[in-house]
């Protein structure tokens, strides 16, 4: 019973107080079609998980955020792994597996700047609606919403457009 009661607190705190957990909770980032869920800590391409290692993620997310704009290598290998002493060929290795997980129809979504660093340089928008950054929610509304429209055959259109035509002329 004590168990229960802790975790009811923590639930009850987590979701009238810190904001930032909040925040981190409903954050998504979308491009092309990716969504990135950050308190999930996944990478999907319309429906299906994109698997990635989890330092992967980091460095994905870090370019995200930086969108646009030319991360140096020990920046970027700063803010993936913080107090920690790592090889330029460990992230060269995360990029190239990013790459390849990001991998369609030859587009490219992180460019080498030549003796500068990284940049992600896909359309990036940023969701905090669930529901908005849910591709299969948003393919099922288009889907649902070409249903809902009325269905004719062949130039029907057209043969209407004529009749009307014929009307007003007569």
Avoid at 49 to 73: C, M, Q, R, S, Y
Wanted: proline share 4%; aromatic share 8%.
């Amino acid at each position: 019973m004590g168990a229960t009661m802790a975790h009811a607190r923590a639930t009850a705190n987590f979701m009238k107080g810190d904001s930032k957990a909040k925040m981190k909770a409903k954050r998504y980032y979308l491009f092309d079609l990716f969504r990135v869920d950050v308190y999930e800590r996944v990478l999907y391409c319309a429906e299906s998980v994109v698997p990635l290692t989890p330092k992967a993620f980091d460095t994905l997310l870090v370019l995200i955020e930086h969108n646009g704009h030319v991360l140096g290598k020990n920046e970027l290998m700063e803010k993936v792994w913080p107090d920690t002493f790592v090889e330029e060929n460990n992230l060269a290795q995360n990029i190239s597996m990013l790459r390849k997980a990001l991998s369609r129809g030859g587009r490219k979504f992180i460019e080498t700047v030549p003796k500068r660093g990284y940049r992600f340089v896909a359309d990036v928008k940023e969701s905090l609606n669930a529901a908005e950054a849910n591709p299969e929610a948003t393919l099922a509304g288009k889907t649902r919403a070409a249903h809902e429209q009325p269905h004719r055959k062949g130039n029907s259109f057209l043969k209407d457009v004529i009749i009307i035509g014929r009307a007003v002329v007569k």
